[in-house]
């Protein structure tokens, strides 16, 4: 063997040499930051299972696939050294025994004045044919829970553009309600009314786990340019994992959340608050907790509250987020687990009724079954009383009806119920609005006044101390539309 280092066969160590001092410089300048990474031992469903790494919960984990493509996944629990990992997209072409990298990165999402008229996805990506984001900030997914200490009391009413609500379940700025209905009766409708119709400055839409296809008719048919102007809208069919749908509701809240520091009163429309339950129970489920409540894991009922008390006033003086989430009634049963559990920790709920919505009847609320709890903090006493005779009259005819309506009730053995029967053409037209009609605060309180106080036989009849009432039809409707 050549003893001259600098002969021809040494080219080859020498070279090495060089690499390794190379190397060796690199260290000493900047420290090298090794990741630890596992490997994928377990795939079952949506679950995959990784042994050799560690990760908080929540945290981001890339799984190695075929091609070297690498496939995202969150981490939703772990048992001894396994971890729980669940992915966020599609997955496809993972082998056993894969790659499983371990990510510093936390979830964030863009927020800001350019998201305005913008459609993303549970990721923060845009789904429309706008072009990237610019310019828009990071915010986490996921803030730290506001003292409740330090938020504003809500007393100031928020306009709707809904009739029906305004006048009699009115909600104030910073209020949580509930929109409970079955499949078909015009939730989305109706959200789409708020959207276009209510004062709010900002309005941030979560359409979470519905339809794809309903996605295109609600932007362009519902909102349409008027209201998309002003609106942010978040997108996560029922196609996508649960993990990308809990982040749609997610990301939807920190988006409002981000307008409300900078002032401004933001209405958060979110359907449906049910997808989002079903989507934290296909994960719980799928990592072993057991069912508690039909088929519904304790960790579900604490996701809710955790994210509807984000929504609500801000501190003093600054903004508020006004939030409607959508319930899903399966069956149109209002004792269903999340219906139950949405109207513990909700201000009040606007019941959709199915019956109404045969009849023809828009927006078919159920003024009975619905209530606004803030009502009364909101109102004065007279909008009060009014909204009170309203419903009394109201559901004075529904107990009666069945006897109205085949004849069996005599006019006149009940002032009330013959009070009743004269005023319900008014008051259903009262509540019946069509979907391009907008009616602001004030002419809501306008026609409820003049709906309670037009003059019929039995009130005529008492101020003139009639001795009797004189049977005959239903007087005239007073209030048009």
């Not at 996805?121 to 044919?129: E, H, R, T, V």
């Not at 998309?228 to 649960?242: F, K, L, T």
Request: with cysteine.
């Amino acid at each position: 063997m050549p003893s001259d280092v600098n002969s021809p066969s040494f080219n080859f160590s020498n070279q090495w040499a060089q690499r390794l001092k190379e190397g060796r410089n690199n260290i000493e300048k900047k420290p090298v930051s090794l990741k630890v990474e596992g490997k994928l031992t377990r795939m079952v469903g949506m679950t995959l299972e990784a042994v050799g790494c560690q990760s908080a919960i929540g945290g981001r984990c890339l799984v190695e696939g075929v091609d070297n493509q690498f496939i995202e996944t969150e981490v939703v629990g772990f048992s001894g050294d396994k971890l729980y990992l669940m992915p966020t997209e599609r997955i496809s072409g993972i082998l056993p025994n894969a790659r499983v990298i371990p990510t510093s990165d936390s979830y964030q999402v863009p927020v800001g004045v350019e998201l305005l008229g913008r459609v993303v996805d549970g990721a923060g990506k845009p789904l429309d044919d706008k072009g990237p984001l610019q310019n828009t900030r990071s915010s986490p997914l996921i803030r730290k829970t506001m003292n409740p200490l330090s938020r504003e009391p809500i007393h100031v009413p928020m306009d709707v553009g809904v009739r029906a609500i305004n006048a009699m379940l009115t909600v104030g700025q910073g209020q949580r309600m509930g929109l409970f209905a079955g499949s078909g009766v015009g939730k989305s409708v109706l959200l789409g009314m708020m959207t276009k119709f209510s004062k709010a400055d900002v309005i941030v839409v979560g359409l979470i786990g519905e339809r794809g296809r309903e996605v295109k008719e609600f932007i362009e048919n519902i909102l349409g340019p008027e209201g998309m102007a002003r609106s942010v809208v978040v997108a996560v069919p029922a196609d996508q994992s649960p993990v990308m749908r809990l982040h749609g509701a997610q990301v939807a809240t920190s988006i409002a959340e981000d307008f409300r520091d900078q002032g401004k009163h933001v209405l958060l429309l979110m359907d449906s608050l049910t997808r989002f339950a079903q989507a934290q129970r296909e994960i719980a489920l799928a990592i072993g907790e057991p069912p508690a409540t039909k088929g519904y894991p304790p960790s579900v009922f604490a996701k809710l509250p955790a994210l509807v008390e984000r929504a609500g006033n801000g501190q003093a003086g600054g903004g508020s987020i006004t939030a409607f989430y959508t319930v899903l009634t399966e069956g149109d049963d209002q004792q269903d687990p999340i219906a139950d559990a949405a109207r513990a920790i909700l201000d009040g709920h606007v019941v959709l009724s199915r019956e109404l919505a045969e009849s023809g009847h828009y927006p078919a609320i159920d003024i009975e079954a619905s209530i606004s709890r803030v009502m009364t903090e909101v109102s004065d006493e007279s909008h009060l009383e009014l909204s009170r005779r309203f419903k009394q009259i109201y559901s004075t005819y529904q107990k009666n009806s069945d006897l109205i309506n085949m004849g069996a009730y005599t006019y006149g053995t009940e002032k009330l119920i013959d009070e009743a029967i004269e005023l319900q053409p008014s008051l259903m037209d009262f509540l019946h609005q069509g979907m391009n009609v907008a009616v602001n605060y004030e002419s809501s309180l306008h026609d409820l006044e003049v709906v309670m106080t037009q003059p019929t036989q039995v009130q005529q009849a008492i101020n003139t101390t009639q001795p009797s009432v004189t049977p005959g039809a239903a007087s005239a409707n007073v209030y048009k539309q």
